[in-house]
């Protein structure tokens, strides 16, 4: 019996994307062709079914025997539906799960758990981020699993290892796979975000030894994904506890043990979330004082000429005078006495600013 709270079906839909969306939404025109394919766990182990048809799925339908329906691509709501006529699905439960894109959501419902995340991955350049919907519905003895756009198998590890087992699944295992599941998607931000660093150690580096306003541009557009990844997880710490706090009766001790882990691995990817976000001020900040350490070191060149010019225009200017009454006005050597003056002004000059060490440069990496 379904007990949502006022609102908890309700479709809540993002005002846009949460990144770019994957490059086989292009493909397709906008969304991937569904398909559809059963893991079902019977006595001699979990047997993987392609199906073409809602009969093949109704053949399937035996009593102790649970099934997971994996839905991948979202164009044709019609044939889902009616794939998912059998199982006596909810309808109510379907906007949330079919409706791109979706808020984050973890959600228990008396006899149903709806979980909505958003799988991100890198395009080519690892500063463009991509993402795509990934829903999931445990029923009693029945998991299903909606995917925008999955990469050919739906969870191609997690598959693998059911079809290696051997043995009968117990109701209550579906509860498990719902946590692999959604772990497994977590788990795919670390090595994104361990790359992220990766690329801002370089841009850090790189400010300090030759800033140029490229680097901010990249620094923004990782602090831009960061951003994005860190508004996708941050509703999860909050619901995960709810969940907890409510003793969902569709999940056993493991599959409740294994939730409260993935509260702390939230909290760890919001932290890391916040440390490069935090990284990227810093980059910021190094550019600054960099730029800042280069117009001092220009402004100190510009400083060094104008005090060695400035006597040497002082003596030009007095012998520029043509009084009558000056001594060396018709001296023969008077010229090369005014030029000898004026280098001899410059190398004491020079001497004294060299012995101050105004000559180092103080840009240069050290």
Not at 35 to 43: G, K, P, Q, T
Not at 98 to 127: I, K, N, T
Request: hydrophobic fraction near 45%; include cysteine.
């Amino acid at each position: 019996m379904l007990r949502p709270t006022p609102g908890a079906l309700r479709s809540s839909r993002l005002e846009e994307r949460p990144a770019a969306i994957p490059t086989q939404l292009y493909v397709h025109g906008g969304q991937q062709p569904s398909r559809f394919s059963v893991m079902a766990f019977e006595a001699a182990g979990p047997r993987l079914h392609a199906l073409q048809h809602p009969g093949e799925l109704a053949a399937l339908q035996k009593p102790g025997i649970p099934l997971w329906l994996r839905v991948m691509g979202l164009s044709d709501p019609r044939a889902i539906q009616a794939m998912l006529l059998p199982l006596a699905v909810p309808s109510v439960l379907l906007p949330p799960l079919l409706e791109v894109p979706q808020r984050p959501r973890v959600d228990s419902l008396g006899e149903a758990l709806l979980v909505v995340l958003h799988r991100f991955s890198f395009a080519r350049d690892p500063s463009h981020l991509i993402s795509s919907q990934v829903g999931a519905l445990l029923l009693p003895g029945l998991l299903i699993s909606f995917e925008e756009a999955p990469l050919g198998e739906a969870f191609p590890d997690l598959t693998n290892w059911l079809s290696a087992q051997v043995g009968a699944t117990e109701l209550r295992d579906l509860d498990d796979i719902l946590h692999f599941l959604v772990d497994e998607i977590l788990d795919e931000l670390f090595p994104m975000l361990e790359l992220i660093a990766n690329r801002l150690c370089d841009l850090e580096e790189a400010a300090l030894r030759d800033p140029k306003p490229k680097l901010l541009k990249r620094t923004f557009e990782h602090r831009s994904n960061l951003l994005t990844i860190r508004s996708q997880i941050w509703p999860l710490r909050h619901q995960i506890r709810v969940l907890l706090r409510q003793r969902q009766e569709l999940l056993g001790p493991e599959a409740t043990a294994g939730f409260r882990d993935m509260g702390d691995l939230v909290e760890m990817l919001f932290e890391n979330c916040e440390l490069l976000r935090n990284q990227c001020d810093a980059i910021t900040q190094s550019y600054a004082a960099s730029v800042g350490n280069r117009m001092n070191q220009v402004m100190k060149t510009l400083t060094i000429l104008t005090s060695i010019f400035a006597p040497l225009t002082f003596i030009g200017g007095v012998y520029g005078m043509n009084f009558d009454n000056m001594p060396e006005l018709h001296w023969r050597y008077g010229y090369a006495y005014a030029m000898g003056l004026m280098a001899l002004v410059a190398l004491i000059q020079l001497y004294w600013l060299w012995r101050r060490r105004w000559f180092e440069d103080w840009t240069a990496p050290r």
